[in-house]
């Protein structure tokens, strides 16, 4: 006998992209975004505020569009996850909040996972082709975000071994890119600049990597004095007419930056003694940095491996993805009570939920992997439908009992009204649950036929109870024979 494989929801509002996606074990059912970039446009950058707004008005139709193209509607659902951090505060708020309502309104577990180690969670996905194999070294890059993590074990086991000390890669893109009076967002624009430059025309400083930064920055990484040197440079020379200058300096730039964040990643790998990197966040779609990196990989012996591109971005599947593992492996749910964390530890996966629990279940995993355990047809029935470890999924009471009175008060509205009383609770216990999705069906029919037995019942009343009251008002004097 199998069990369906969970359906979960992933939200991810870290940044300025609202995304929505649905995942069932490690099969993509569906991923839509919804972006605010072009509000952020003429800032020149993210403003946190418009950011948390944007995520605000579209998470509704963002949800509805993915659950369209996943073929489901909302009593689907049997999990719901979220990002919690690392990000915008505002962003995250917008997005856990969002979540929990609706993990709350489906009576479904609820899980908050940590942002960065949702970009390794893509690798689960085998549906498109992905493949996670541990351990691994992750380079996460993007706007907010340039990380190394050692990923041992995606749920139970990541470490963050690099970090930015500044400016991450992706801010370093959108300075240069504006500087050079290219269009926000500035990385996909000095990508398209690039191709028509010269990477070995000018040379950029390439940030902490000289000998005496080894030590303390080895896997560390930082940006602002290369955005610096090419404002300078470009305060002294820059011609914006110039088309090839303006092309040269946006290669060399990149090249700078692409450089730096192979030659640490690689080096990260080879200390570690791991054979494989993986690749993600939005920086990770710039195709000199795909390319470099799988030249360099193959020339080391490490397995490169970079998500498709629709997938690099910030996305609701990668954090679906992540979930449906912890889901899997019977981790408990996050607590309702837990907030937004702008500055998650990436070895923080889930956040809002007690160690101990996480220690007490994965013992009880483990305690019963290791049993001797015949088991019979008797014991599987015993056993069908009871997913409390993955699935906190049941319909509730009401709906039934809603149904049940309306039947009774049919049953009993022929003999002088005494179904007006199991009609009006029937009619109670309905409207209390009619708009949960999982109780609709039996709600909608305990209120019809509790409305159809209060109507008999209340005409037959007043059909046996007139001649009763006229004979009562007429022994009393107040109506004449």
Same mark, same amino acid.
């Given at each position: 006998?199998?069990?369906?494989?969970?359906?979960?929801?992933?939200?991810?509002?870290?940044?300025?992209?609202?995304?929505?996606?649905?995942?069932?074990?490690?099969?993509?059912?569906?991923?839509?975004?919804?972006?605010?970039?072009?509000?952020?446009?003429?800032?020149?950058?993210?403003?946190?505020?418009?950011?948390?707004?944007?995520?605000?008005?579209?998470?509704?139709?963002?949800?509805?569009?993915?659950?369209?193209?996943?073929?489901?509607?909302?009593?689907?659902?049997?999990?719901?996850?979220?990002?919690?951090?690392?990000?915008?505060?505002?962003?995250?708020?917008?997005?856990?909040?969002?979540?929990?309502?609706?993990?709350?309104?489906?009576?479904?577990?609820?899980?908050?996972?940590?942002?960065?180690?949702?970009?390794?969670?893509?690798?689960?996905?085998?549906?498109?082709?992905?493949?996670?194999?541990?351990?691994?070294?992750?380079?996460?890059?993007?706007?907010?975000?340039?990380?190394?993590?050692?990923?041992?074990?995606?749920?139970?086991?990541?470490?963050?071994?690099?970090?930015?000390?500044?400016?991450?890669?992706?801010?370093?893109?959108?300075?240069?890119?504006?500087?050079?009076?290219?269009?926000?967002?500035?990385?996909?624009?000095?990508?398209?600049?690039?191709?028509?430059?010269?990477?070995?025309?000018?040379?950029?400083?390439?940030?902490?990597?000289?000998?005496?930064?080894?030590?303390?920055?080895?896997?560390?990484?930082?940006?602002?004095?290369?955005?610096?040197?090419?404002?300078?440079?470009?305060?002294?020379?820059?011609?914006?007419?110039?088309?090839?200058?303006?092309?040269?300096?946006?290669?060399?730039?990149?090249?700078?930056?692409?450089?730096?964040?192979?030659?640490?990643?690689?080096?990260?790998?080879?200390?570690?003694?791991?054979?494989?990197?993986?690749?993600?966040?939005?920086?990770?779609?710039?195709?000199?940095?795909?390319?470099?990196?799988?030249?360099?990989?193959?020339?080391?012996?490490?397995?490169?491996?970079?998500?498709?591109?629709?997938?690099?971005?910030?996305?609701?599947?990668?954090?679906?993805?992540?979930? /449906?593992?912890?889901?899997? &492996?019977?981790? *408990?749910?996050?607590?309702?009570?837990? %907030?937004?964390?702008? #500055? $998650? =530890?990436?070895?923080?996966?889930?956040?809002?939920?007690?160690?101990?629990?996480?220690?007490?279940?994965?013992?009880?995993?483990?305690?019963?992997?290791?049993?001797?355990?015949?088991?019979?047809?008797?014991?599987?029935?015993?056993?069908?439908?009871?997913?409390?470890?993955?699935?906190?999924?049941?319909?509730?009471?009401?709906?039934?009992?809603?149904?049940?009175?309306?039947?009774?008060?049919?049953?009993?509205?022929?003999?002088?009204?005494?179904?007006?009383?199991?009609?009006?609770?029937?009619?109670? /216990?309905?409207?209390?649950? &009619?708009?949960? *999705?999982?109780?609709?069906?039996?709600? %909608?029919?305990?209120? #019809? $036929? =509790?409305?159809?037995?209060?109507?008999?019942?209340?005409?037959?009343?007043?059909?046996?109870?007139?001649?009763?009251?006229?004979?009562?008002?007429?022994?009393?004097?107040?109506?004449?024979?």
């Amino acid at each position: 006998m199998s069990e369906r494989v969970p359906v979960v929801v992933g939200i991810e509002t870290s940044c300025d992209e609202t995304g929505v996606g649905i995942v069932q074990g490690d099969t993509l059912l569906a991923n839509v975004i919804a972006s605010s970039m072009d509000q952020h446009a003429r800032f020149g950058g993210v403003v946190p505020e418009v950011a948390a707004r944007a995520h605000l008005e579209a998470l509704p139709q963002v949800m509805d569009d993915a659950l369209k193209q996943a073929g489901l509607d909302r009593a689907d659902i049997d999990a719901v996850a979220v990002t919690s951090g690392p990000g915008l505060a505002g962003a995250l708020m917008v997005g856990v909040g969002w979540a929990k309502g609706l993990a709350q309104s489906l009576d479904v577990p609820f899980y908050a996972v940590n942002h960065l180690v949702g970009h390794v969670g893509v690798e689960l996905l085998s549906s498109e082709g992905r493949q996670l194999d541990t351990p691994t070294v992750a380079l996460l890059v993007s706007g907010g975000h340039t990380s190394l993590l050692l990923v041992r074990d995606i749920v139970d086991d990541v470490e963050g071994v690099g970090d930015t000390i500044d400016d991450a890669a992706g801010e370093a893109f959108d300075k240069v890119g504006r500087l050079l009076g290219l269009p926000y967002p500035g990385g996909p624009q000095i990508d398209r600049v690039a191709k028509d430059g010269d990477p070995t025309r000018y040379t950029f400083p390439r940030g902490l990597t000289q000998a005496k930064d080894q030590d303390k920055h080895r896997f560390n990484f930082s940006f602002s004095g290369l955005k610096t040197a090419v404002a300078r440079w470009w305060e002294a020379n820059g011609d914006p007419t110039d088309h090839q200058m303006v092309a040269d300096v946006a290669a060399s730039f990149q090249e700078a930056v692409v450089d730096v964040l192979v030659t640490k990643a690689l080096d990260a790998c080879e200390y570690h003694g791991v054979p494989r990197l993986v690749l993600g966040g939005g920086v990770s779609a710039n195709s000199r940095l795909r390319e470099v990196a799988l030249a360099r990989g193959a020339e080391r012996n490490i397995d490169v491996r970079i998500p498709p591109l629709a997938l690099c971005t910030d996305n609701g599947a990668m954090i679906a993805s992540l979930a /449906s593992e912890m889901l899997r &492996r019977g981790r *408990p749910a996050t607590s309702m009570s837990v %907030a937004a964390t702008s #500055t $998650l =530890s990436p070895s923080v996966t889930q956040a809002g939920v007690d160690e101990g629990a996480i220690h007490t279940a994965q013992k009880s995993t483990t305690d019963h992997s290791n049993d001797s355990v015949s088991v019979t047809d008797d014991d599987v029935s015993a056993l069908a439908g009871k997913e409390d470890t993955l699935r906190k999924v049941r319909t509730p009471w009401t709906p039934l009992l809603s149904l049940l009175f309306g039947v009774l008060a049919v049953a009993l509205s022929p003999a002088f009204g005494l179904g007006m009383i199991p009609a009006v609770l029937g009619i109670i /216990s309905g409207h209390r649950a &009619r708009k949960h *999705p999982r109780g609709r069906v039996q709600s %909608a029919m305990g209120l #019809t $036929l =509790s409305y159809f037995a209060l109507a008999v019942s209340i005409a037959v009343a007043v059909v046996v109870a007139t001649p009763i009251i006229r004979a009562l008002l007429i022994s009393g004097g107040f109506l004449l024979p």
